[in-house]
């Protein structure tokens, strides 16, 4: 069994933000995969199913940004899910508006879920999917830019890029990293 996690803040206000992209990827993914968020434990929102062969629970963390790791550590103790067994879905700021990468391992680089992911799981063992959102326009406060909603050039590009977020999860799942990393993170 594997979790794919996707980190966002909870509440009608945060919905449609750039940093809540790991909660519209994992809905994509749900979608997808016929799974609903119909369960609220864990400090999150979580559903389980099957991506072919592979069982699979998805969840959405409730806690806010910087406080993912509770809500992933309960998760992960009550499935008896090590580090190998997580997946996370996050922005990046980085990383230009629809690119994807895939990362084992490393630090947090600044993203305040993961750091708080890396410290309850007591390590940083565990694959991460980041999903560029680019960089704040220049003199604009990357807080604000995180927290705001995406322009209308991005909303038109958006649905396609949950689309390939959620199928490159499928890939990894199914044919492994170096797989979805050759697909995806060459194709935009």
Do not use: C
């Amino acid at each position: 069994m594997k979790i794919i996690v996707g980190l966002g803040n909870p509440g009608i206000r945060y919905r449609m933000t750039r940093h809540n992209i790991g909660f519209q990827v994992l809905d994509r993914l749900a979608e997808i995969n016929h799974i609903s968020f119909r369960i609220k434990r864990f400090k999150s929102l979580y559903g389980t199913g099957w991506i072919d062969s592979q069982k699979i629970a998805l969840a959405k963390p409730v806690t806010f940004m910087n406080r993912s790791g509770e809500a992933v550590k309960m998760a992960a103790d009550f499935f008896h899910l090590g580090m190998e067994d997580l997946v996370v879905v996050h922005d990046d700021l980085d990383l230009p508006f629809g690119k994807l990468r895939f990362k084992q391992r490393g630090g947090d680089g600044g993203q305040q879920g993961v750091r708080s992911i890396v410290e309850s799981m007591g390590g940083n063992n565990f694959l991460r999917l980041k999903v560029g959102i680019g960089r704040p326009p220049r003199g604009m406060d990357p807080t604000e830019y995180v927290l705001g909603t995406f322009d209308k050039t991005e909303q038109s590009q958006l649905e396609e890029i949950l689309s390939q977020a959620a199928e490159s999860l499928n890939v990894v799942l199914l044919e492994g990293l170096e797989k979805a990393m050759n697909q995806f993170q060459k194709r935009n």
